[in-house]
C-alpha cells in the first residue's frame, strides 16, 4: 500500500474517532512514525503532507535528517535516551516525548543553549515492568523538581497502551493519562503548560483519540514496516 492510502485510511478512522467523541480532527496530530521504514518511504510520507516525523533512537533520527532537508518538517523524538547521546540531539528536535527522569532533564538542561525544548513527560500507567515511564504517583513531585530547568517546558504527558487486546483495559490508560494532564494542566505552571497528550499507536489510536489525545504516534499503519514486509 501507498502511504497516500494508507492515510486516507487513517484519516477516516481519526474522522469517525472524533465523530464518536464530539472532538474536531484538527485537535489531532498525526505523527508518522518512521523508524521501521528507509529513506525513500520518508520521503513519500513527506510528499502526502506528513510533516511530523518521529524516531525512536538517536541513529535513525540523524540517519533521516541527513537524508530529507525540508524546513518545513518537525522532528520528534518519541524513545528513550541515555544521557551520554544528549548532546547529539540537542538542537535537532522539536519535541522529545520521552522524558522520564531528572538526571535526563538536567543532562538535556545543561545541553541546550537557548529557548526551552517541548517534552512529553513519559509515564507507565499499566504497570508492566518492561515499560519507561514514572508512575501516577510520582507525577506531582517530579513535575515539581523540573522547575530549575529553565529550558525544559513541558507541554504534555505521553504513555504506550498495554500491549493486549482489551480494549476496555487500554482505554483505563488512556483515561488515566488524561485526568493526570487536568491535573497538572490545572496547577498553570508557566514551565509546565501540559495541555497536550501522546498516546496512540496503529492498533489503538482510535481509542486514544476518543480519549482526549492530541499527538497519536503512528508507524505500521501509515508508513508500514519494511522488516516485517508490510
Ligand atoms: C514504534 C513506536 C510507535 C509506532 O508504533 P506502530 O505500532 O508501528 O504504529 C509509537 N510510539 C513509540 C514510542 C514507538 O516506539
Not at 503532507?49 to 532537508?69: F, P, T, V
Not at 523524538?77 to 547521546?85: A, E, F, N, V
Request: with cysteine.
Amino acid at each position: 500500500m501507498t502511504v497516500a492510502e494508507n492515510l486516507r485510511i487513517v484519516n477516516e478512522k481519526i474522522q469517525e474517532a472524533c465523530r464518536k467523541s464530539g472532538r474536531s480532527p484538527e485537535e489531532v496530530t498525526v505523527i508518522a512514525v518512521t523508524k521501521y521504514v528507509g529513506i525513500e518511504r520518508v520521503r513519500e510520507a513527506v510528499g502526502c503532507g506528513l510533516l511530523n516525523l518521529a524516531e525512536n533512537r538517536k541513529e535513525g533520527l540523524l540517519e533521516k535528517q541527513s537524508a530529507i532537508h525540508d524546513d518545513r518538517i518537525v522532528w520528534h523524538l518519541i524513545g528513550t535516551l541515555q544521557t551520554r547521546k544528549v548532546k547529539d540531539v540537542v538542537g535537532r528536535i522539536d519535541y522529545f516525548h520521552a522524558l522520564d527522569r531528572l538526571k535526563l532533564a538536567a543532562e538535556l538542561n545543561k545541553r541546550i543553549e537557548s529557548g526551552k525544548l517541548k517534552c512529553f513527560i513519559e509515564m507507565n500507567l499499566s504497570g508492566e515492568e518492561s515499560k519507561h515511564g514514572i508512575g501516577e504517583d510520582e507525577l506531582d513531585s517530579f513535575i515539581n523538581e523540573l522547575r530549575v530547568f529553565e529550558h525544559i517546558q513541558v507541554v504534555g504527558l505521553m504513555t504506550m497502551a498495554p500491549n493486549t487486546e482489551d480494549t476496555e483495559r487500554i482505554r483505563t490508560v488512556f483515561r488515566g493519562l488524561r485526568l493526570c494532564r487536568d491535573r497538572i494542566r490545572n496547577r498553570c505552571l508557566d514551565y509546565a503548560p501540559c495541555t497536550e497528550l501522546s498516546m496512540g499507536m496503529s492498533h489503538d489510536f482510535q481509542i486514544a483519540i476518543e480519549e482526549g489525545a492530541t499527538f497519536v504516534r503512528i508507524g505500521t499503519s501509515l508508513v508500514g514496516n519494511e522488516w516485517k514486509g508490510s
